[in-house]
Structures are given as C-alpha cells and as structure tokens.
C-alpha cells in the first residue's frame, strides 16, 4: 500500500504557483519523498525527489516539512500543460530488490486553467 | 539516446492469442519494470528486474511473464490473452540509486 496521501484534485490559474500537499506521516527515515507527474495517456515523468532537505530544479521545488510527515511540491508559474496527474511515492534510498519499485497511489489532478 | 521504446504502441488481441510487448533502453540502467493502467485508475505494478538474468513478481504478475538476458531489453509476454488483459501497458528503467525512473509512452493493447 501507498504511504502517501494526496488531495483528488486540485485546481490553478495559469500563471500562478500550483501547490500540491502530500502527507507521508509514516515513513521511515531512510525513506526519500519523489514526485511523478502524468500528462494525459503519456508515461509517468519524474520530476523531483528529497530526504529532509528542500529541493528544487528546472522542473519544481519540494519543500519537506521538518518532521517529514508532509511535503509541497511547487510549481512556480503553472502553465496549461502542467495539466497532469500528480504523483508522491516514498521510496527508500540506496534501494535494491523489490525496495525499488514505485508503488502508485491515485495521485492529485491538477487542472491548470486560464 | 531513445530513452526507453516501447513497441508497438498499440495492438488488437483475440482471447487466447499470446503476443510480446517489447521494451528497450539505450541508458545502461539496471532497473527496469513492468506496469499496467487500467482506465481511472493508478499504475499497477506487473514484473520487474534488477538487472540482467533476474526478474521477480509485481503485484499483478498472472497470465505474464518476462525474461532478462541483456541489460537493454525487457520483453513481456501474455500467454493467453484475456479481456481483462484490456489496458494501457508501461515499461521503465532506472539507474538505481538517487535516480527517477524513466517511462517509456506506453503500449496500448486490447483484447477481444
């Protein structure tokens, strides 16, 4: 089972920051907090993962509260092919065996709209 | 590099027909997995590998199976196709530790 929860959805005006909440109140220490993100009929892309730490790339920001039971993921200036579902995964790191498998929980679906 | 290919990207089956959808990468990574989607719902695992000549159960891994002989190809079989084989099938790899996986587009298949 998935150690994550996250909203169904959640909806953005474009241009706007979009703020996805995830709650992961249970996982361990060794546990990183990755993000995944599905555009319509297309493969899950990844986008960011952290431990404790705030994380951002070209893609996204991952802010980790500091008792890692929850995070944000921030896109900063959302745009209409943000449009996606939202996926938060705890995978543990260095993994090996069946430790490295993304388990898929329903996600958030995020509406950008103009 | 192509990333990960999947081929083909879609494809009608009779009930009982077998087939093999083909996964490949070209990013030498060692991980590699099968899932499946069914319509409104999230990605369920099938099969997956570590690395080459090692392959292991998913959540749903009946009426599939899989093989690893080289790193760059992870093929999966149907046995005998079944209607409620029906669904959108992904394949991804991975180089292992502190990376994301890398999805291929999909393989869309129906059974009839």
């Known amino acids: 089972d998935a150690k994550t929860t996250q909203p169904p959805s959640m909806d953005c005006a474009e241009g706007r920051a979009a703020n996805l909440p995830c709650n992961h109140s249970?996982?361990?220490?060794?546990?990183?907090v990755y993000w995944y993100r599905q555009i319509h009929s297309q493969g899950p892309q990844y986008i960011i993962h952290?431990?404790?730490n705030n994380e951002t790339n070209e893609m996204a920001s991952l802010i980790i509260t500091e008792d890692r039971k929850s995070s944000t993921l921030i896109l900063p200036h959302a745009t209409l092919r943000d449009t996606a579902v939202y996926y938060c995964?705890?995978?543990?790191?260095?993994?090996?065996?069946?430790?490295?498998?993304?388990?898929f929980g329903k996600g958030t679906k995020l509406s950008v709209k103009p | 590099n192509a990333g990960v290919t999947q081929t083909p990207k879609f494809q009608v089956l009779k009930t009982g027909q077998s087939m093999t959808l083909q996964c490949a990468q070209d990013m030498n990574h060692e991980y590699m997995s099968w899932y499946r989607q069914d319509p409104g719902m999230g990605l369920r695992l099938i099969h997956y590998s570590v690395g080459a000549g090692i392959t292991d159960q998913g959540e749903v891994p009946n009426g599939y199976n899989v093989s690893r002989s080289t790193t760059e190809d992870f093929p999966l079989r149907l046995l005998s196709a079944a209607p409620s084989q029906t669904s959108v099938y992904f394949c991804?790899?991975?180089?292992?530790?502190?990376?994301?996986?890398?999805f291929g587009s999909g393989t869309r298949l129906t059974v009839v």
């Open positions: 952290g431990l404790k």
């Open positions: 991804a790899s991975s180089y292992g530790f502190a990376y994301g996986y890398t």
């Open positions: 995964i705890a995978l543990p790191l260095p993994y090996g065996g069946s430790q490295g498998n993304l388990i």
């Open positions: 249970t996982i361990s220490g060794n546990e990183y």
